[in-house]
């Protein structure tokens, strides 16, 4: 798997495994920003809550973002506006800012010393279809009471763009660091912090959630947040959003880079900002989760669009991870809809830090029964046919057409045909499997049918990874549950 420009420049502390029976009021699984920024959150209230990460804190999508942190969020404001109402935008609005400033709040009162810097953002227009599309989310953002207003240009960059709108009073920082340092402060302050620990089954009980660890212990929880990016276990939400895979890269540039958040309105769209003095953060080039033939040609992609406009000097790290995109648009943090304990944040778009930041605040509010404004919006009961049938329609039947064409198709009849360092679904007779071969020539041989929902997992050329298309579940190349939906790995087999 690929290791992101933030791993390689931030250092951490480790943490023990839980591997004994334990009593928390609240449990939280995964130690990416929802689940750190939710245990941050209830400890302003005096509450310490146990949190559980499958592998290593920050080893989620959050150790590998790019780290915008912008108020012209996915969802479009002229889109919300329109299917939601002006002052659903309104509160969309003020949610991101919120989101925004609760990360730098955090930096702050305990100098994490993640780089966290104020700055605009700015979009792009190229053709005539982008400028009346930015003209519409212009005025819809502005409608929404954001400090958005339409400029002449980005300042200091080196290549000509059409229509420029900026967005004020957005910020940037090191994920890892803020992370590291959050993780820490937790810690100091009384909040039990435990890594290589993997939740793997969960039963709601009578006044209490029962959850059993990879480890062989046992937690009793009154609340349980799922923090893993998408909720582990089944949930309905899975049905209304869909996992994209997404790249960056972090260069040295020849031309200089102005210190903003860039965007293009490219399908997908390109962005770009800075880290510190020389280091540029590129991202883009989304698709969907195992439907393409190669990921290392979408990293290209993006490393095309960079030299083309900055030309590049030095290359320091390129990544990949996924997002979930909403049906409706926005995003799911609340409770579940078949537990009474359990929360989760989910379908953040390519906004996760954000919302992730937001989602701390608001599943604490929840979880302490205070009354949010925002808890009904956000809720995952909601539900408005308008915004979201179109999209569920569409992914569902990708769901459905990936769920029955990958079950027929093979990479590969022989292992012969599988060389070192790579993995192919195999076909003998009517089986199907999911064989890797490793650097030594010892070959794993799994079930490729992905414990969630029965799909058929792909191959992933660049982070040699077992992908599935349907709702985002990842495996490592020997099968074990990596995120997305799967709680446990991919089932044995022989041949
Ligand atoms: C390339 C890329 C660029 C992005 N850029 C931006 C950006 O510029 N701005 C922005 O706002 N957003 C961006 N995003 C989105 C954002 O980074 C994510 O949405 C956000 O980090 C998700 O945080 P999270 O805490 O919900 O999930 P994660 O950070 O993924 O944390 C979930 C954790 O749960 C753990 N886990 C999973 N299963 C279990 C289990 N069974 N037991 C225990 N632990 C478990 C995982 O190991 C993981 O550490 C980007 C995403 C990608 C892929």
Redesign the pocket.
């Known amino acids: 798997m690929t290791t992101s420009y933030w791993e390689r420049t931030a250092k951490k502390e480790v943490y023990a495994p839980l591997d004994k029976d334990l009593e928390a009021e609240v449990l939280i699984?995964?130690?990416?920003?929802?689940?750190?920024m939710t245990a941050w959150n209830l400890m302003q209230a005096g509450k310490k809550a146990v949190i559980?990460?499958?592998?290593?804190?920050?080893?989620?999508?959050?150790?590998?973002?790019?780290?915008?942190?912008?108020s012209s969020v996915d969802c479009d404001y002229h889109i919300v506006a329109q299917n939601f109402g002006k002052d659903t935008a309104k509160l969309v609005a003020e949610a991101a800012v919120l989101g925004i400033e609760l990360v730098g709040q955090v930096d702050k009162a305990h100098n994490l010393d993640a780089n966290y810097k104020k700055l605009p953002a700015y979009i792009y227009a190229e053709t005539t279809d982008q400028i009346l599309e930015l003209q519409k989310e212009l005025k819809a953002a502005k409608e929404a009471g954001l400090d958005v207003e339409e400029v002449e240009e980005i300042e200091g960059l080196n290549f000509p763009t059409g229509m420029v709108v900026r967005f004020n009073r957005n910020a940037r920082f090191h994920?890892l660091k803020f992370l590291y340092g959050l993780a820490e402060t937790l810690r100091e302050a009384g909040v039990q912090i435990y890594e290589q620990?993997?939740?793997?089954e969960h039963n709601e009980k009578d006044g209490y959630v029962e959850v059993t660890l990879?480890t062989g212990a046992t937690v009793r929880a009154q609340h349980l947040v799922l923090?893993?990016?998408s909720p582990?276990f089944m949930h309905s939400v899975h049905t209304r959003m869909a996992p994209y895979?997404?790249?960056?890269i972090a260069v040295r540039t020849r031309q200089p880079v102005p210190d903003s958040l860039i965007y293009d309105m490219r399908e997908p769209y390109n962005?770009v900002r800075k880290e510190e003095d020389d280091v540029v953060i590129i991202?883009g080039a989304d698709h969907k989760t195992g439907q393409t033939g190669d990921e290392n040609q979408h990293l290209q992609n993006i490393k095309a669009w960079a030299e083309e406009r900055f030309g590049i000097a030095e290359y320091l790290a390129s990544?990949?991870?996924?997002?979930?995109e909403p049906a409706d648009n926005l995003p799911f943090i609340g409770k579940s809809l078949t537990h009474k304990r359990v929360y989760y944040?989910?379908g953040?778009?390519?906004?996760?830090?954000?919302?992730?930041s937001f989602?701390g605040y608001l599943l604490s509010d929840i979880i302490l029964g205070k009354e949010n404004k925002f808890a009904e919006l956000f809720s995952p009961a909601r539900l408005n046919v308008k915004a979201e049938a179109g999209e569920f329609l569409k992914e569902n039947l990708n769901v459905a057409k990936e769920f029955i064409v990958e079950r027929f198709s093979s990479d590969a009849s022989d292992v012969k045909e599988i060389p070192n360092g790579e993995g192919k679904i195999l076909r003998q007779g009517i089986q199907q499997y999911a064989v890797f071969r490793d650097d030594q020539g010892g070959l794993h041989v799994m079930s490729p049918t992905c414990v969630h929902m029965g799909c058929v997992v792909q191959w992933n050329k660049m982070e040699k990874t077992w992908d599935c298309p349907c709702h985002g579940g990842r495996y490592k190349a020997t099968g074990e549950?990596?995120?997305g939906p799967p709680?446990t790995g991919l089932r044995k087999a022989e041949l």
């Open positions: 699984v995964g130690g990416g920003l929802t689940g750190l559980v990460e499958a592998r290593t804190i920050g080893s989620g999508v959050s150790g590998n973002t790019t780290a915008h942190l912008n994920p620990t993997r939740v793997e990879s923090a893993t990016h582990i895979r997404s790249y960056a962005y991202g990544w990949s991870a996924q997002v979930f944040g989910t953040y778009s390519g906004d996760g830090t954000l919302w992730g989602a549950q990596l995120s709680a």
